[in-house]
């Protein structure tokens, strides 16, 4: 991708943030199942996609604003700004 198409909140990230455990921390203490994992580039935070049955990572977007997230899902290298709708791969 273009440094130029690639949004300001991607682009100042100092560095990535990678999960402490392969676990959507909220569908754990809820008993719930998730599909694929997403982390949280502000606060570190690992929670389930879209896909899952719950999806908290864009649930933690619209109640906090953090705007960027990883995948969590190994071999996967891209980041995603709510926000500004980008992807970038890296």
């Not at 754990?28 to 502000?42: A, E, F, N, Y």
Request: hydrophobic residues 30%; negative net charge.
């Amino acid at each position: 991708m273009e440094n130029d198409q690639i949004c300001d909140h991607i682009k100042n990230l100092k560095a990535l943030k990678t999960p402490e455990e392969l676990v959507c921390e909220t569908c754990v203490k809820i008993g719930s199942d998730w599909v694929h994992l997403r982390t949280c580039q502000t606060c570190g935070v690992t929670l389930c996609c879209d896909d899952s049955p719950n999806a908290h990572m864009t649930k933690h977007y619209h109640s906090i604003g953090h705007p960027v997230i990883s995948s969590a899902v190994l071999g996967e290298r891209w980041l995603w700004c709510y926000k500004d709708e980008v992807f970038s791969e890296y």
